[in-house]
């Protein structure tokens, strides 16, 4: 896919200062915001695909979509349109925070994780998938590349292949306490509650695909390998095929709670009505970490 050159300003603004991700559709630029003085990633259509009204979608409904979630641990958009390139093309832009961090699987090769630190990145992501959940999306893509560690913390990118949860699933519901987590924010009274788009080519999806897959996350950072044969891994899990699961899990890992190897087997099991909602995913895991984290010497 041909990149625009470095140099190139969109909108008379944002100068584009170098390519830092590559997705089917579209390319994330680094940039610079010349009015503000900031630096700035922007996700802009390939030119090539300019005519494309299906592509032209996908980059609108990934900017609607994240930006509806309003997620502390979602980067932040801070406008979206269409600009003219140079040539005279007009191609679907998104401006959005720059994160600075690494995905998850750069650390993933160096081996599994120590399970605090598993659980912590698990735990933030499931507090996202009960915030989107709850606002009616799914996001039908989560992997490690798509999870940043990042200078403030863990970051959920790349809602391009995110739809609307199928009519009549269960969303999650936050419950007592959930506000009370670091990163949970409930729907706020008057927002905007109309329905996400659904994605052409997922359609309807449920909240239990998304817990599903973090399941298979946590088992990964838990034992630094998948449950899955690795030639079939990636498209079994993007697809969600039930008929395929991986076999219950067993982690049979010294030191790990019992707690934990529980919820890592509920939300891999079979059937999507028995997996937990995003939520009590969430709750459960931040518990964990609380249980874990040990107690402050007293001053006197």
């Not at 959920?156 to 506000?179: H, K, N, Q, V, Y």
């Not at 449920?206 to 891994?233: I, K, N, Q």
């Not at 790990?256 to 995003?278: G, T």
Request: aromatic share 4%; with cysteine.
């Amino acid at each position: 896919m041909a990149r625009l050159p470095m140099g190139t300003a969109i909108l008379r603004r944002y100068v584009l200062i170098g390519a830092i991700g590559q997705g089917g559709v579209s390319t994330v630029y680094r940039a610079v915001d010349t009015v503000r003085g900031r630096k700035l990633a922007v996700k802009i259509l390939a030119p090539t695909l300019a005519g494309d009204p299906g592509a032209r979608d996908d980059v609108r409904r990934e900017a609607l979509i994240t930006d509806r979630l309003r997620h502390p641990s979602v980067p932040r958009v801070f406008e979206y349109g269409d600009a003219p390139l140079p040539d005279g093309t007009v191609v679907p832009y998104v401006v959005l925070e720059l994160l600075d961090g690494v995905p998850l699987t750069d650390l993933l090769v160096q081996g599994r994780l120590d399970w605090p630190e598993a659980v912590r990145i698990a735990a933030t992501t499931a507090d996202v998938l009960a915030v989107a959940h709850r606002r009616g999306v799914v996001h039908r893509d989560l992997c490690a590349r798509n999870i940043m560690i990042a200078a403030d913390g863990v970051k959920i990118i790349d809602f391009g292949l995110a739809t609307a949860a199928r009519p009549g699933s269960e969303a999650a519901e936050p419950t007592p306490g959930a506000a009370t987590r670091p990163y949970f924010r409930p729907v706020a009274p008057g927002r905007d509650r109309r329905e996400p788009p659904s994605h052409p080519k997922t359609a309807f999806a449920r909240p239990a695909d998304d817990v599903y897959t973090l399941g298979v996350l946590l088992y990964e950072m838990l034992t630094g390998r998948s449950p899955y044969p690795p030639a079939v891994a990636a498209t079994i899990v993007a697809a969600g095929r039930a008929a395929h699961l991986a076999p219950t899990p067993v982690l049979a890992i010294p030191g790990l709670p019992p707690q934990l190897r529980d919820l890592v087997r509920a939300c891999m099991a079979k059937r999507p009505e028995d997996r937990p909602a995003s939520v009590d995913v969430a709750l459960g895991l931040w518990h964990l970490l609380d249980d874990a984290r040990p107690l402050e010497p007293s001053v006197n």
